[in-house]
């Protein structure tokens, strides 16, 4: 799935977060952005998934202006072709592993639990899909977060920081399953990031600025 981000401006108030933003991700393309605190790469971020709105520019995924979409055709859009991987997790608790692996299979009435044990097992969690989030380390939890961003096979995946509370050794795991996962989809990946590590591992690193995009 292609991304185009042309001219993107977002503003809080009075106060500009960013300007002139401008950028494309070609199918199966790993692209990492990084910058300082403060500057709105999970705001950016959120554009890209149409959870945002902003004040001027365009987004188009695959063609189409989210512009123009309604807020339910967004949502559409994000169930059936994008995944999102949140730094927060944002796993259910009264859900167990595999239950919130499975969810996005079940908001397309799709259920396949066959596929979910073999996400679970791609993702380093085989034996672990009876578990409840609050049995898991924060590790394993972003993995749950990945496996079910990547459940429903998305063309687009979007990951915001997925390495941000992990010690070294469990952010390597967690980058390894992230782009195998998404290599082995085809996947376009837009990885937001502090961290060195996880950006160099990108096929292209962008810097953002408060007045744009820098290679």
């Not at 994000?78 to 595999?98: E, K, S």
């Not at 070294?168 to 980058?175: D, F, K, L, S, Y």
Request: contains cysteine; glycine residues 10%.
């Amino acid at each position: 799935m292609s991304l185009s981000v042309t001219g993107l401006g977002k503003r809080y108030g009075s106060s500009p977060v960013f300007s002139n933003v401008t950028l494309s991700v070609a199918p199966g393309e790993f692209v990492a952005i990084v910058g300082e605190s403060g500057v709105g790469k999970s705001t950016l971020l959120n554009c890209m998934a149409g959870l945002d709105d902003w004040d001027s520019g365009s987004v188009s995924v695959n063609g189409t202006d989210l512009a123009t979409l309604t807020s339910d055709q967004r949502a559409l859009l994000r169930r059936q072709q994008i995944g999102f991987v949140f730094q927060a997790f944002h796993v259910l608790p009264h859900l167990d592993v595999a239950q919130n692996v499975g969810l996005p299979l079940m908001l397309l009435n799709q259920r396949d639990d066959a596929r979910v044990q073999d996400m679970l097992q791609a993702v380093g969690l085989n034996g672990l899909g009876g578990r409840l989030p609050q049995q898991l380390s924060g590790g394993q939890l972003q993995r749950v977060a990945i496996a079910r961003a990547l459940i429903h096979r998305p063309a687009l995946l979007l990951a915001d920081e997925p390495t941000g509370n992990l010690d070294p050794t469990t952010a390597t795991r967690v980058m390894d399953a992230l782009i195998n996962q998404t290599r082995a989809q085809n996947a376009s990946l837009v990885l937001v990031t502090h961290s060195h590590a996880a950006a160099s591992r990108a096929d292209r690193v962008l810097e953002l600025h408060a007045d744009g995009i820098h290679l």
